[in-house]
């Protein structure tokens, strides 16, 4: 954990303080979603927040995922559309690139993803560069974008879901909910992602609805769950709201 309060170059009229929001934000470095410790700025009329990873952002690191070297860079050196190796989604701002001819670029955030995740119940996920088996949501190796994206596997029962995926369902889900159809932010649905059901976003696949199924179901929602709170950081009062709701259903 970083100071508490501090001047960043990105934003450098006021200071940013270290907080810990109740509801999502969308990081002014790497223009992507965020929940858990944030730097916000401190002047009422400013809403600039930065992902911790974001604002503490070392000028170059490594993954142990890859052989590149990587530099931190507030803009994609390339004018091209750019996307992160790990997640699938655009580069937009804050990005680490190796100097390979074809770079391999990275989000500040992907790079800080837990290797090793471990829950209630013996339920353990491992983040992999490439997928064992297919993913579960979208049913290829490949994301949408046709990225070799990274993803996380639950052992013993090795379900499999990209994270691309995993952060698509949120996001789409987060923007209906969110936004009006105007474009306005929906102020009573600003907490909606607490009351996110992974549940209602997953099919059982062919429709099958025998115990053993609803088991599978089960299971599959909990590996969602425990990826989504290694996507966003800081998680215990969303994903006990989350496994509330679950156990409620
Ligand atoms: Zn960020
Ligand atoms: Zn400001
Ligand atoms: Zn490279
Ligand atoms: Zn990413
Ligand atoms: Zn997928």
Not at 119 to 136: E, N, R
Request: proline letters at 6%.
């Amino acid at each position: 954990m970083g100071l508490t309060r501090i001047k960043h170059p990105s934003h450098s009229q006021h200071y940013l303080v270290l907080r810990y929001p109740q509801e999502p934000y969308w990081c002014d470095g790497c223009i992507g979603l965020g929940f858990g410790p944030c730097y916000e700025c401190e002047h009422e009329d400013c809403s600039f927040y930065l992902h911790e990873e974001c604002a503490n952002a070392a000028p170059s690191t490594s993954h142990p995922f890859s052989k590149c070297s990587l530099k931190f860079h507030y803009n994609a050196p390339q004018e091209d559309e750019r996307y992160c190796d790990a997640c699938g989604e655009d580069v937009l701002g804050f990005v680490y690139q190796c100097s390979h001819k074809h770079p391999h670029d990275y989000h500040p955030r992907c790079l800080k993803l837990p290797l090793t995740v471990t829950a209630g119940d013996g339920l353990i996920l491992q983040l992999k560069k490439k997928l064992p088996s297919k993913c579960l949501r979208c049913g290829s190796r490949e994301t949408s974008n046709r990225i070799q994206g990274w993803c996380y596997v639950s052992s013993p029962d090795r379900y499999c879901y990209h994270i691309a995926c995993v952060k698509d369902m949120i996001l789409e889900k987060w923007k209906k909910d969110y936004f009006t159809q105007d474009g306005n932010v929906n102020e009573a649905n600003s907490l909606a992602l607490q009351t996110f059901s992974p549940g209602r976003e997953i099919a059982l696949p062919g429709g099958r609805s025998s115990s053993k199924a609803t088991q599978i179901w089960r299971k599959a929602t909990t590996v969602i769950m425990v990826i989504i709170s290694a996507l966003f950081g800081e998680p215990s009062a969303l994903i006990s709201v989350l496994v509330q709701y679950l156990l409620s259903s």
